[in-house]
């Protein structure tokens, strides 16, 4: 799964959530609750969003990593990252 790919999630889920923001005008480093007026309900369904689309488990010790735009990103792109190689170690590309 590519970046864009992630970035394409991360967008539909906050859409999901919030279908009267355009998330195409989301400034990507601000926070995302303050920006689209969502309270920690909304928030955590974002979460849950993304957890079911991606399958992967978000610890609530993570879950302000995912405050902005470019957090929600970069930590899910790490995380599968992660998670790809552990289920398959002795992969090698090429």
Known sequence: MTESDIREIVKRALN???PEIDVDTIDPGKDLRE???IDS???LNFV???YKELNIEIPDADVAKLATFNGCVTYLTSRLTNLQT???PGHQSG
């Open 16 to 18: 999901n959530i919030a």
């Open 35 to 37: 920006q689209m007026d």
């Open 41 to 43: 309900v909304d928030f």
């Open 48 to 50: 849950i969003g993304l």
């Open 86 to 88: 552990v289920r398959d």
